[in-house]
């Protein structure tokens, strides 16, 4: 139980172009989902949570209008990084916390691998 | 920064032995928790302790917790080569996680 299902896993695209990460909890319904960056042989940044149904919440220092958020339903977050460049090429992480059973615990995607060119 | 930090940040041993790997953090915390990340995976959830919590056991792992001095430690017993990833401490507040900076395990068949 608690699967989260991240795709797509591996995505290469030009510089200038939007791309579409979708973050879905399979079994679960999740109410809180948490998008993360991680650059290599670093530690997870925390870049902003997503709820059901409101505006996300962003990190100090992560612009809203590069990295948009949408949390349309109990088991579908998406982050869209708009007009992307190669600085923002990076893994990206989506978790989601299953609060019928633990509320602090996140069960993780298997992330995003994003190269821009 | 609020990052946590975690020593060592790499360690190799032979398969058999006993590894431990150490977390320190700045902030208040609810819990203290520990994941696991294979070669460019997601984290997998190995651990939790509260707050109010000294020592906790699931398998072959073994956790501590020292909020006086803001540290925690993982300890992996009898160490297998599946066991080869990185591990992370995070710290818990208010359902937000904040990582450390993790240590490279390495076991040697």
């Known amino acids: 139980g608690a699967v989260v299902s991240q795709h797509p896993s591996w995505v290469i695209c030009k510089s200038g172009t939007s791309v579409k990460i979708e973050c879905r909890s399979l079994?679960?319904?999740?109410?809180?989902m948490f998008w993360y960056r991680q650059f290599p042989k670093q530690s997870l940044m925390l870049m902003a949570t997503?709820?059901?149904?409101?505006?996300?919440?962003?990190e100090q220092g992560v612009e809203k209008d590069k990295f948009l958020i949408n949390h349309a339903s109990l088991t579908l977050s998406t982050l869209t990084v708009t007009s992307a460049h190669p600085e923002d090429s990076s893994f990206y992480i989506c978790?989601?916390?299953?609060?019928?059973?633990?509320?602090?615990?996140?069960?993780f995607g298997a992330g995003t691998r994003l190269s821009v060119l | 920064s609020q990052q946590g930090e975690e020593d060592p940040q790499a360690l190799s041993i032979q398969e058999g032995e006993n590894a431990t790997m150490n977390c320190s953090y700045k902030?208040?915390?609810?819990?203290l928790q520990w994941y696991r990340q294979n070669s460019g995976r997601g984290l997998v959830h190995l651990i939790l302790i509260r707050s109010n919590e000294r020592e906790k056991h699931s398998g072959r792992l073994r956790v501590t917790l020292d909020t006086s001095k803001k540290s925690s430690s993982l300890l992996i017993t009898a160490s297998r080569a599946a066991d080869t990833a990185s591990y992370f401490c995070a710290t818990g507040l208010d359902e937000k996680l904040t990582f450390g900076t993790g240590t490279r395990l390495t076991i040697i068949p």
């Open positions: 079994d679960f319904q999740a109410t809180t």
């Open positions: 902030t208040s915390i609810n819990n």
């Open positions: 978790s989601a916390g299953d609060y019928n059973r633990n509320k602090n615990i996140q069960y």
């Open positions: 997503s709820n059901e149904g409101s505006k996300a919440t962003y």
